[in-house]
């Protein structure tokens, strides 16, 4: 989980702080709809990780 953490804030450095989905994107390999990330509790506890 240490790894992904990581692995997320790197990611979100080299993006630039675009959109939280293009990190979660990364992550999960795959496309989310932004409808889903707003409706997601761990959008946010990836925004405060990322905070």
């Known amino acids: 989980m240490k790894?992904?953490?990581v692995k997320m804030t790197s990611s979100s450095l080299k993006v630039g702080e675009r959109l939280p989905s293009l990190v979660l994107q990364n992550i999960r390999g795959e496309s989310v709809d932004v409808q889903t990330l707003c409706h997601?509790?761990?959008?946010?506890?990836?925004l405060r990780h990322l905070a």
Do not use: K, R
Request: hydrophobic share 50%.
């Open 40 to 46: 997601s509790p761990i959008l946010f506890i990836l």
């Open 3 to 5: 790894y992904t953490q």
